[in-house]
């Protein structure tokens, strides 16, 4: 099983990136497949979740309006669309897969976590 989270890097507050994150070694259409962050001193928190079977979002209140999640099936593939971003975004971006659960945005509902990716907002 493998989750490989990528599109970080150095923006300009407002300005945009797309992260990747590429599934394998398992079934991703049984799957959601969830969007967490972590900076630096601070809890973990969920940013986006999607199912794969049927295509329902889930956003923090935070990244609402600013951030769209899709999926790519047929590339075993989600990405996170971030636009409009703020200095408060810089953080380390995973991504994770996780097969049942009743809250997309608590990490222990989920199975398998990625490397993560280092998305750094200036001002």
């Known amino acids: 099983v493998q989750l490989q989270a990528s599109g970080g890097g150095l923006v300009q507050a407002g300005g945009s990136l797309r992260l990747s994150c590429a599934a394998s070694?398992?079934?991703?259409?049984?799957?959601?497949i969830g969007w967490f962050r972590q900076a630096p001193g601070k809890e973990r928190e969920g940013v986006s979740c999607?199912?794969?079977?049927?295509?329902?979002?889930y956003y923090a209140d935070s990244v609402k309006g600013r951030f769209t999640i899709s999926s790519d099936n047929a590339k075993n593939t989600v990405y996170l669309q971030m636009n409009s971003l703020k200095p408060e975004d810089t953080a380390v971006y995973y991504c994770?897969?996780?097969?049942?659960?009743?809250?997309?945005?608590?990490?222990?509902?989920?199975?398998?976590w990625g490397q993560g990716t280092l998305v750094t907002v200036s001002s």
């Open positions: 070694g398992f079934t991703f259409d049984d799957y959601a």
């Open positions: 994770a897969a996780a097969r049942y659960g009743s809250s997309w945005y608590v990490g222990a509902w989920y199975d398998y």
């Open positions: 999607i199912s794969s079977s049927d295509g329902s979002t």
